[in-house]
């Protein structure tokens, strides 16, 4: 009997991998200003900044009369050095239930709205090439415009498998919303952190664990 579906994607963060804790990720955004020149910025920047639209970034570089671009960067270098030193100190992890999809038979990528350099590391420190392909997002300002939920890297995966019938797994409504809009099914996973979150559009299905991935198809 053919599989359900001929790839199966992948959110990362709180999915694949714990989430990076809130205030690691505002350490970084502090150690981002500080590299172009703003010491003490305002905690509603700091916030903004941890994600913005390329409106709200430029208003904020504006405000401290530095480069948005140069901006975005060293936010960019700051989030990937800030998550490798969880990474690698074991406090930003795979779940338990990866296992129950390290062999399907069909097609894997990982689409994720964090860095791409940071999904690259996820992939190196925790063994996970047997993803067939993997985007995270690009560190450039044009990046933020392409994050779910516009299907922007959805889109890229499923041309890169040649997939014409995928589901999406991820954690929030962005990702069950980029599903719909590159039209495919979503899997949405309420995993503890997401525990009594409403969604403004029903997923396809809602799953409480990647162990039920492989009876989907």
């Given at each position: 009997?053919?599989?359900a579906?001929?790839?199966?994607?992948?959110?990362?963060?709180?999915v694949l991998t714990t989430?990076?804790?809130?205030?690691?990720?505002?350490?970084?955004m502090h150690d981002?200003f500080?590299?172009?020149?703003?010491?003490?910025?305002?905690s509603?920047?700091?916030?903004?900044v941890?994600g913005?639209?390329v409106?709200s970034?430029?208003?904020?570089a504006?405000?401290?009369?530095?480069?948005p671009?140069?901006?975005?960067t060293?936010?960019e270098?700051?989030?990937v050095?800030?998550?490798?030193?969880?990474?690698?100190?074991?406090?930003?992890?795979?779940?338990?239930d990866?296992?129950?999809?390290?062999?399907?038979?069909?097609?894997t990528?990982?689409?994720?709205?964090n860095q791409h350099?940071?999904?690259g590391n996820?992939?190196?420190?925790f063994?996970?090439?047997?993803?067939d392909v993997?985007?995270?997002?690009e560190?450039?300002?044009?990046?933020?415009?392409?994050?779910k939920?516009?299907?922007y890297?959805?889109?890229l995966a499923l041309?890169e498998?040649?997939?014409e019938?995928?589901?999406f797994?991820g954690?929030s409504?962005v990702?069950?919303?980029a599903?719909?809009?590159?039209?495919?099914?979503a899997?949405?996973l309420?995993?503890d952190?997401?525990?009594?979150?409403g969604?403004?559009?029903?997923?396809t299905v809602?799953?409480e664990s990647?162990?039920?991935?492989?009876?989907l198809?």
């Amino acid at each position: 009997m053919d599989a359900a579906y001929d790839a199966v994607l992948f959110d990362n963060d709180g999915v694949l991998t714990t989430p990076t804790d809130r205030e690691v990720l505002i350490d970084a955004m502090h150690d981002a200003f500080a590299a172009v020149g703003v010491v003490d910025p305002p905690s509603e920047h700091v916030r903004t900044v941890m994600g913005p639209s390329v409106d709200s970034l430029r208003e904020v570089a504006d405000d401290h009369d530095v480069d948005p671009h140069e901006l975005w960067t060293a936010r960019e270098h700051a989030a990937v050095a800030a998550q490798l030193e969880e990474i690698e100190a074991g406090r930003k992890r795979p779940y338990d239930d990866i296992d129950a999809i390290r062999d399907l038979e069909v097609a894997t990528a990982i689409v994720s709205n964090n860095q791409h350099e940071t999904i690259g590391n996820i992939v190196s420190q925790f063994e996970l090439d047997w993803f067939d392909v993997w985007y995270g997002r690009e560190p450039t300002v044009k990046g933020i415009d392409r994050k779910k939920p516009t299907p922007y890297y959805l889109e890229l995966a499923l041309e890169e498998l040649g997939a014409e019938d995928a589901l999406f797994v991820g954690d929030s409504w962005v990702d069950v919303e980029a599903a719909d809009a590159a039209g495919i099914d979503a899997a949405f996973l309420r995993r503890d952190h997401v525990e009594g979150v409403g969604l403004p559009r029903e997923p396809t299905v809602e799953i409480e664990s990647l162990e039920a991935i492989p009876e989907l198809l």
